[in-house]
């Protein structure tokens, strides 16, 4: 499709694109693609039921990581329509609004779901640090404040992008690379210079995604440095133990999200299905694997989901 540049944007849309080179198999590739989405908004729907029912479960590390199965399900419900209608009824139109609209969504909850597992790793720290005053400092209101702090930053960093976004002129083929709209993306489409999109895009990353990764670093590096100080090496273990879920999480999350970023720079010329590849693992991976990890993982958790099941029957 073509627009002219000074077309309003109420009628023009873009064009998503499915999995290159393997159009043909759609059908048979809704499976998997369904299956995850299932299981993980299905999963993580549980573990916030399980907390919120479970007042054992009423206790920081537990609340946190009801945020992020949040943050999770945010991420799988805003890309869903897109990836499903193209897979099942090969609708790859949307509307420009539309696609402003999921992008938005997409990246704001990706803010979010980063801020929160920065969050887990203070909360992991205090726990190990100073396991007395633990509940003290991780009071209820502090962690409602830290989880509307994080949806704030998160949502007031993602907000410029498609207001700035919608200002600009198209005129070229609005055709994106994924099922699902990133900033990425669209700042390919424009017929006009979109170098402040660019820099506020790479400001937003490295203030929100960069400044979290480093934190959480810094956090393992104190938490290591007080798990040493540990004389007994059964009490190491354990303190250690506790940490192993919200390693998992962690490198779930920003190892695919940095391989993204190195594939976008170091292989450019590689095949549209490996880049596809790469953001389907970054988006779709960790809201599958995060909830199996902790329920395996978290006994508490594990005895809250079996505890919503058990109530269930016995009201029916």
């Known amino acids: ?15 998503l694109t499915g999995i290159p080179g393997l159009e043909a198999q759609h059908g048979w590739l809704s499976i998997p693609f369904f299956t995850m989405y299932v299981v993980a908004i299905v999963g993580n729907s549980l573990i916030m039921a399980a907390v919120h029912v479970d007042t054992a479960l009423h206790e920081p590390m537990y609340l946190f990581l ?5 943050t999770e399900v945010g991420v799988s419900v805003s890309t869903l329509p897109t990836v499903m209608g193209i897979l099942w009824f090969d609708a790859r139109q949307i509307d420009f609004d539309g696609c402003l609209a999921q992008m938005f ?25 100073n396991p007395l005053r633990y509940t003290a400092i991780l009071t209820l209101s502090r962690i409602i404040c830290m989880g509307l702090g994080i949806t704030l930053k998160s949502v007031m960093f ?12 198209y005129c070229h083929v609005n055709v994106l690379s994924h099922s699902y709209c990133l900033h990425s993306d669209l700042i390919q489409l424009p017929c006009a210079d979109t170098k402040l999109n660019s820099i506020l895009g790479l400001s937003i990353v490295l203030a929100t995604f960069g400044l979290d990764s480093l934190l959480i670093v810094v956090s393992y590096v104190l938490i290591l440095y007080t798990v040493l100080g540990i004389a007994s090496g059964e ?13 998992c999480a962690v490198l779930l999350y920003y190892v695919p999200m940095i391989g993204v970023s190195v594939m976008h720079r170091a292989a450019k010329h590689a095949s549209p299905l490996v880049h596809t ?40």
């Open 277 to 316: 590849l790469m953001s389907s693992i970054y988006l779709f991976v960790p809201p599958v694997l995060n909830p199996i990890i902790y329920s395996v993982k978290t006994k508490p958790i594990r005895q809250g989901i079996f505890n919503l099941f058990s109530c269930k029957r016995k009201w029916l």
């Open 158 to 169: 993602m907000a410029p992008l498609p207001i700035l976004l919608k200002q600009l002129p």
């Open 66 to 70: 009801s945020m992020l199965a949040v």
């Open 235 to 247: 009490g190491r273990r354990k303190a250690l133990n506790t940490c192993v879920s919200h390693i």
């Open 105 to 129: 969504f997409i990246h704001a909850f990706s803010g979010m779901e980063s801020g929160v597992l920065l969050a887990m790793s203070y909360d992991r720290f205090v726990a190990i640090y």
């Open 1 to 15: 499709m073509r627009a002219e540049s000074n077309e309003s944007l109420d009628v023009l849309s873009v064009f």
